[in-house]
């Protein structure tokens, strides 16, 4: 499988298991400390192949992601849950199953980032994905479902609002997780 787009991984490590899943480009930040000449050779990717931020689902991976995201708005985000991230102790992407990595990729490929959703937590509560008792189970196995990773309430709707995730979408999958 080929992504046309820059990937944006954290480590050396996380460059070896994509590049072993899919045919791409793919760039590590060295952590958090990345500086300047990062953001502007990103800023020249995003208008010229897109990027796609794929960073581990962790603390330090979302932060990471809120930082590249609020410096390079229109780059597109790819998710793994914990659970497939996770060997022992160590949460990161080198940890994942080439499966993973391709399906996570691309959804994020074939996300368009000019799609923005109009998701409230008012929705939310309605679809019973917040507030109510299962609700953090649900949302879970929703975003594993949809490929937006597990997150909060607050998490959730950003990402279901930037990743261009329409209703039907959401609703069939609520349909297949039924009620609890």
């Keep these: 499988m080929r992504i046309n787009e820059l990937i944006v991984v954290e480590g050396k490590d996380d460059i070896s298991a994509v ?3 899919v045919e791409g480009e ?3 930040t060295g952590g958090y400390g990345f500086g300047i000449d990062l953001i502007k050779l990103l800023q020249r990717a995003v208008t010229r192949t897109g990027v796609i931020i794929f960073v581990d689902p962790d603390s330090a991976g979302n932060h990471i992601r809120r930082r590249l995201n609020s410096q390079i708005p229109a780059c597109k985000n790819a998710y793994l849950t914990q659970q497939e991230a ?3 102790c160590n949460i990161g992407i080198e940890n994942a199953s ?3 990595i ?3 990729l691309q959804i994020a490929a074939s996300n368009c980032a ?3 959703s109009d998701f409230t937590l008012q929705d939310l509560i309605n679809y019973g994905l917040a507030g109510t008792h299962g609700a953090e189970y649900r949302r879970k196995s929703a975003g594993k479902m949809l490929g937006i990773g597990e997150t909060n309430t607050k998490q959730f709707l ?3 609002n930037q990743q261009g995730i329409v209703r039907r979408d959401l609703e069939c999958v609520l349909e297949v997780l039924g009620e609890d």
């Design 19 to 21: 590049k072993n899943a």
């Design 26 to 28: 793919v760039i590590a």
């Design 86 to 88: 996770k060997k022992g």
């Design 98 to 100: 080439s499966e993973a």
């Design 102 to 104: 391709r399906r996570a």
């Design 114 to 116: 000019a799609i923005q």
């Design 158 to 160: 950003n990402r279901l």
